[in-house]
């Protein structure tokens, strides 16, 4: 006959194979956690290796030729040396609410320094219209539907963003933002101009209705 454990020692068995359940319930749920973890953070780098990587423009730095559409969806080649003088990429969308608070200071950017550098519209969303130009008095010609390869090696992403490229294809200032007071006073440097700042919101409407509309140009 099989004797029976003292109620003790029947306890303190009860006690450790309760323990070793507990322990194996824990290894259970970190293995679990641990496994979970890992596959998180691989799948993180995963994506992170296949999202476009955006070079950083410097100064001095060369830039391709870009081919972008017009508005009518014509296919065009932008090319620094074919005019002659230094040209200025401002880049935007027609969405941010600071590319609009910022026209003013590109439209007299632009219109000032006209016989001395040339300036090219980037839009980054195809939503730009001739509309869009004439509210805001962009007068320059304006592109979009840029090859990613180019967005790229432009460095686009924020907006908007103002670049000046020699003839030669070098990047001459690479600013992002708005044209802020700190901003601002370091474009008035460089190109030796006077700037209006930003628009206020509230003054945008009521300034884009009693402003007679600047007709755009033509590409060059």
């Known amino acids: 006959m099989v004797g029976r454990l003292p109620l003790s020692e029947g306890v303190s068995w009860a006690r450790r194979e309760a323990g070793k ?60 040396a074919n005019d002659g003088r230094p040209t200025v990429l401002y880049v935007f969308t027609p969405a941010c609410e600071w590319c609009k608070r910022n026209a003013a200071n590109v439209t007299m950017l632009a219109r000032k320094l006209e016989p001395t550098f040339r300036f090219i519209g980037i839009s980054l969303s195809t939503d730009v219209d001739r509309q869009y130009l004439t509210a805001n008095r962009i007068a320059f010609p304006v592109y979009t539907d840029l090859p990613e390869a180019a967005k790229r090696s432009l460095g686009l992403g924020s907006t908007p963003q103002t670049i000046v490229v020699s003839p030669s294809g070098r990047v001459m200032a690479n600013w992002v933002g708005a044209y802020g007071p700190d901003l601002r006073a370091k474009i008035e440097r460089f190109f030796r101009v006077r700037l209006p700042g930003l628009t206020d919101e509230t003054a945008m409407g009521a300034s884009a209705s009693s402003s007679p509309p600047a007709k755009p140009t033509s590409p060059r």
């Open 21 to 80: 359940a507990c322990e194996l319930a824990l290894f259970a749920v970190s293995l679990y956690f641990n496994v979970t973890l890992g596959w998180q953070v691989h799948r993180f780098r995963s994506e992170a290796n296949k999202a476009p990587h955006i070079t950083k423009l410097t100064v001095g730095a060369a830039l391709p030729s870009i081919r972008a559409k017009d508005l009518e969806g014509n296919v065009r080649v932008i090319d620094y």
